[in-house]
């Protein structure tokens, strides 16, 4: 089987954005590639975060993406910062990447704009360490969103690199893009972030995703329930592609189009389907959470198999770089 790769970080509440663009794929693939997911919290260093509650999110991350369905039975699950060889590869990576190419990358840009206080080496080098994830399991494919598509061909790029510079070693690994390209948050602007707080969590009750849907933001031009609406032009009717019945969105449609709803009903409508989704993940997850080493366990062995995997890498490309190993 090919091997893929794919890093989620510790960051806290996992949201409907989340499941819909990544983790559902990743569950898709368990039975066709040997996947190997990281919790990659040496990336999330490069921001501002809470010393008190990274290690509990650390395993909160891997319980939510177990009730979701990412079996490690299946799958090799483990923390980033366990791998040494993480830190060993970006810095070898880092010799052979001009300092220019770094500086063009989008979502240095980005974060450097959101967090001008805080530009760190961490955050410049940030695809680097991406890269060194992804080669130090000759990841072949690395399942990801339409924003992260630069950083893949990074990856490529740096692979490139080094097999013409000290002989072949890695293979270039491919984006395997997301079927959801992005899912909009509540406000109906911005991709849906939990920074942002536009976000339906998945450990939202049924009670909190009714209340945070009734402020979400929908076309601009129903003022009144009276005035007719364009469904393409609301948020809510995209989440509905996601979550309702064809017969649910036809509802939704001709009742926008010709003011025969309310948006209220309509978002209540939303509402119960998604919290018709989320209640067996949320069930999974109160399991899990009552008893953690199930989640503790996972992550030993996943632990275990991914130390194996990068030595025996990190073994052949000292070799191709000539280091001397004793
Ligand atoms: Fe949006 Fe539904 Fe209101 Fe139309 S009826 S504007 S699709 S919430």
Known sequence: ????????????????GNYLGAIRNWVDMLDDYDCIFSIVDLHALTLKYDRAQMAQRTLDAVAVNMACGLDPAKCTIFVQSHVK???ELCWILDSVTPMGELGRMTQFKEKSKQHPENVNVGLFNYPVLQAADILLYKGAVVPVGGDQVQHIEFAREVARRCNSAYGQVFPEPQALLSKVARVMGLDGVNKMSKSLDNHIALTDS????????ATAMT???????????EPTKCNIHSLHQFFSTPEQIRWAEEGCRTAGIGCLDCKKVLADNIAAVLSPIQERYAKIRADMNTVKRAIAEGDERARKIAAAVMTEVRDVLGLYVG
């Open 206 to 213: 049924p009670e909190v995703i009714h209340s945070k849907l």
């Open 85 to 87: 060889e993480h830190a």
């Open 1 to 16: 089987m090919e091997r893929s790769f794919s890093g989620i970080q510790p960051t806290g509440d996992l949201h409907i």
């Open 219 to 229: 076309d601009p031009a129903r003022k009144r329930r009276t005035d007719t609406g």
